[in-house]
T-cell receptor, first 114, second 109 residues
Framework: EAGVAQSPRYKIIEKRQSVAFWCNPI?????LYWYQQILGQGPKLLIQ????????DSQLPKDRFSAERLKGVDSTLKIQPAKLEDSAVYLC????????????FGPGTRLTVL | EDQVTQSPEALRLQEGESSSLNCSYT??????LFWYRQDPGKGPEFLFT???AGEEKEKERLKATLTKKESFLHITAPKPEDSATYLC??????????FGTGTRLTVIP
């Protein structure tokens, strides 16, 4: 069974530029999550989708971050404009359904903002 | 306020030297405690889920236990390939997965 796919794996941008990350969850998984992991910290949830609807985006900095999952499968997370403090690894995870299910993580995208 | 604290931050063991990692939590309505392993440059890899106090799970050299206030990840006779960061996460009543900062384990041959 294929795991969660993410691209790109690495991205370096200048501050105030925009960037987008892509995630394709495990086939059949209805729930998709985006996390931010700053070096030396645990992952922090940014947004979770159930199919193509947002379940929780309370931790998403909506002035610069946006995410969509239009067809209920793959998802895109965008940052515009980026700040230095956005440097982190962006992890995508998926699970079968929302409640009590195990989340499986992708390899992440390492973003460096200069 | 929901809180997850892992200790120690870092642990160095000789190969074969058993030890335990701690995850203490204060959350409103625990709906599961998760252990993940994370290797450098990779996403977290699922290890265990525990749902109620007294529950135990085992996998190879790892054993996870849960009480009402904390969880332990016991590592028996570790090998160098067990070196990784071990993350603890709790699912709260609000269905959010809240992670600790992890314990970085190094096993020396």
């Amino acid at each position: 069974e294929a795991g969660v796919a993410q691209s790109p794996r690495y991205k370096i941008i200048e501050k105030r530029q925009s960037v987008a990350f892509w995630c394709n969850p495990i086939s059949g998984h209805a729930t998709l999550y985006w996390y931010q992991q700053i070096l030396g910290q645990g992952p922090k949830l940014l947004i979770q989708f159930q199919n193509n609807g947002v379940v929780d985006d309370s931790q998403l900095p909506k002035d610069r971050f946006s995410a969509e999952r239009l067809k209920g499968v793959d998802s895109t997370l965008k940052i515009q404009p980026a700040k230095l403090e956005d440097s982190a690894v962006y992890l995508c995870a998926s699970s079968l359904v929302l409640v009590l299910d195990t989340q499986y993580f992708g390899p992440g995208t390492r973003l460096t903002v200069l | 306020e929901d809180q997850v604290t892992q200790s120690p931050e870092a642990l160095r063991l000789q190969e074969g030297e058993s030890s335990s990692l701690n995850c203490s939590y204060t959350v409103s309505g625990l709906r599961g405690l998760f252990w993940y392993r994370q290797d450098p440059g990779k996403g977290p890899e699922f290890l265990f889920t525990l749902y109620s106090a007294g529950e135990e799970k085992e996998k190879e050299r790892l054993k996870a236990t849960l009480t009402k206030k904390e969880s332990f990840l016991h590592i028996t006779a570790p090998k160098p390939e067990d070196s990784a960061t071990y993350l603890c996460a709790v699912r709260t009543g609000a269905n959010n997965l809240f992670f600790g900062t992890g314990t970085r384990l190094t096993v020396i041959p």
